[in-house]
Nanobody
Framework: QVQLVESGGGLVQAGGSLTLSCAAS????????MGWYRQAPGKQRELVAA???????NYTDFVKGRFTISRDNAKNTVYLQMNSLKPEDTAVYYC?????????WGQGTQVTVSS
């Protein structure tokens, strides 16, 4: 069974930075497409950024130029570097993995950006 454990969330002032990490186990990490999603109170969960098993990256418009997704297959970990954070980035951030045997989610990590 795939397990995903996020870390790195917290409280930061607007304009600040955070780096989220997601450690995977129970899978062949290099074969997984990985993604970061977020869900703000009262809103649907939405894709933030994704990186394929081959390293191709995709960002939604509202984070382009501010967030960077990366992966370290040797550490079975995917990262989300978040810069120039805005109050509207406040949400629970979830890690997601997809491979031929299914999709898994982490438990989420809270990111709060104060104005």
């Amino acid at each position: 069974q795939v397990q995903l454990v996020e870390s790195g969330g917290g409280l930061v002032q607007a304009g600040g930075s955070l780096t989220l990490s997601c450690a995977a186990s129970g899978t062949i990490f290099s074969l997984n497409d990985m993604g970061w999603y977020r869900q703000a109170p009262g809103k649907q969960r939405e894709l933030v950024a994704a990186i394929t098993s081959g390293g191709r990256k995709n960002y939604t418009d509202f984070v382009k130029g501010r967030f960077t997704i990366s992966r370290d297959n040797a550490k079975n970990t995917v990262y989300l570097q978040m810069n120039s954070l805005k109050p509207e980035d406040t949400a629970v951030y979830y890690c997601n993995s997809k491979w031929v045997y299914g999709t898994s989610w982490g438990q989420g990590t809270q990111v709060t950006v104060s104005s």
